[in-house]
């Protein structure tokens, strides 16, 4: 493994999360010194048709976070406007106001009013495959599932609405089905009888239809993660993480079956729960890990040597997988140690795999990596060389040299320093200072 390239790749990755466009904000709108420009005719029209006591509404996930977003949703390669916000005589309800420019001048092409409170996400894609961008919009909130859906359409000149009212905890816009169309997915957790289910919507001409629904688990309380995009290399798909309970969280796969034009859920036994080993009392949540486009799970294990699960974050290996969905297998792709304690992880090279386990010392902030023989049954007692360790120091005690003989610096961050040792060089395990650096990385914090 090129452990260098891979590390700098994943950085890479994991600061890449999300896109959100940077348009008005509430203190530009609202406050002095005034937008220029194209800023300035957007919000002429929205203080002439609203007033100037205005409430912005901020949509509360997804990609789009802006009370004021601009998206080519006419198809004539220019950006039109969308405005959310609240009246100031309104104590209830949220606006919507669509803008395109025509003859050098913002007018609105659409108004529509909804009862819920606030916004839960913006979506776009070309749903019906006129080439233009439809607008999806969450109204509510996504808790408990009460948000509901609307879409917004481009024609004759003027923006249409098309009421789903169908409620969801989580909602995402792709072509699932590769017909060059996108497809709404909606997914809610159970409520009450009403079993854990997900959807996939097609519209066209101005009508939405359920094309394709399955169970999920019912055990699901809440999701704390949705990705959506390749799952493979040639297969479209939604990767969920939800929390079974406070401390255990599983994953849920689900993706478009071409041949039999269904859509499926692997990991779900057709019961009343996930049938699968993605199940995890860890916080780590499915994501594109490498920069591959491709979205992987992670499957968490206890390290050799340790049973039960009351061992510390450190004694769990977690690898990330893609699923294969002809063999119906997970491929690996990588393994890590993450130490969510003191915020780093440490890339587990190949020649390590199942031959080390670790022991955590958290009175010093240390994780040290041991060989590891399967005859040797207990490593907190016996265990073979240590090959590395990796300690958090205050940057006092690195500066005045507290314990620090042995070790060489890996990074600094927030008054505290992060560096190894390597106890036992010259073994066939043994890993070089480059390596060690190479292979280690602050947890981003999106």
Same mark, same amino acid.
């Given at each position: ?12 990755? /994991? ?19 005034k ?5 300035a ?5 929205l203080?002439?048709?609203a ?28 950006d ?20 395109m ?44 599932? $009460?948000?509901?859906i609307?879409?917004?359409y ?8 098309l009421?789903?009212n169908q409620?969801?905890?989580?909602? $995402? ?19 009450g009888?009403?079993?854990? /289910? ?6 066209r ?7 394709? #629904? ?8 809440k999701? &704390? ?5 390749l ?28 041949? #039999? ?27 594109d ?39 119906n297998?997970?491929?690996r ?16 090279p ?7 386990? $670790?022991? $955590?010392?958290? &009175? ?15 490593p ?13 120091? #205050? ?14 610096? /890996? ?6 320093v992060?560096?190894? #040792? ?9 890993l ?15």
């Open positions: 493994m090129n452990l260098k390239l891979t590390a700098v790749v994943l950085a890479l990755s /994991l600061l890449l999360s999300g896109c959100s466009f940077a348009g008005l904000d509430a203190e530009t709108l609202m406050r002095p010194p937008p220029t420009g194209e800023k005719g957007i919000h002429a029209l203080e002439s048709k007033g100037e006591k205005i409430t912005l509404k901020y949509p509360s996930s997804g990609d789009y976070r802006s009370a004021i977003i601009t998206h080519d949703i006419c198809g004539d390669k220019k039109e406007a969308m405005a959310i916000y609240q009246k100031g005589d309104e104590s209830t309800g949220t606006n919507l106001m669509f803008m420019k025509q003859d050098g001048q913002w007018t609105g092409v659409g108004f529509f009013n909804n009862p819920a409170a606030q916004v839960d996400k913006v979506c776009f894609g070309d749903l019906n495959g006129d080439g233009k961008d439809d607008v999806v919009v969450g109204w509510g909130s996504s808790l408990n599932s $009460t948000s509901t609307c879409v917004y481009y024609k004759n000149g003027k923006m249409n609405e009421k789903l409620p969801y905890t989580e909602m $995402t816009v792709m072509d699932f089905d590769g017909d060059g169309c996108d497809e709404i997915f909606t997914a809610n957790v159970s409520s009888d009403d079993p854990a /289910l997900a959807r996939l919507y097609s519209v001409k101005n009508t939405a239809e359920i094309i394709g #629904s399955c169970r999920m688990d019912s055990g699901v309380s999701y &704390a993660s949705m990705q959506s995009g799952i493979n290399e040639k297969q479209n798909g939604v990767v969920l993480d939800g929390f079974k309970n406070a401390t255990t969280l599983v994953t849920e796969l689900l993706y478009w079956d071409k041949t #039999s034009k269904t859509l499926c859920s692997p990991f779900y036994d057709g019961k009343t729960k996930s049938a699968n080993t993605a199940q995890r009392s860890t916080s780590v949540v499915s994501k890990i490498n920069g591959d486009k491709i979205i992987e799970v992670p499957l968490v294990s206890l390290m050799p040597g340790y049973t039960g699960s009351s061992a510390d974050d450190a004694a769990y290996m977690t690898n990330w997988n893609r699923y294969d969905t002809k063999t297998t997970f491929v792709v990588m393994s890590m140690v993450v130490n969510y304690s003191d915020g780093y992880w440490f890339l587990i190949d020649v390590w795999q199942g031959k080390i386990t $670790t022991k $955590t010392d958290t &009175a010093t902030r240390t994780i040290t990596f041991y060989e590891w023989s399967p005859a040797k049954k207990n907190v007692g016996v265990t073979g060389a240590p090959l590395l360790k990796i300690q958090v120091f #205050s940057q006092a005690e690195w500066e005045k040299g507290m314990g620090t003989s042995g070790f060489f610096k /890996l990074l600094d961050n927030n008054n505290l992060f560096a190894a #040792s390597c106890p036992s060089p010259g073994r066939p395990l043994s070089s200072t480059e390596d060690v650096k190479a292979s280690f990385q602050l947890i981003n914090s999106d």
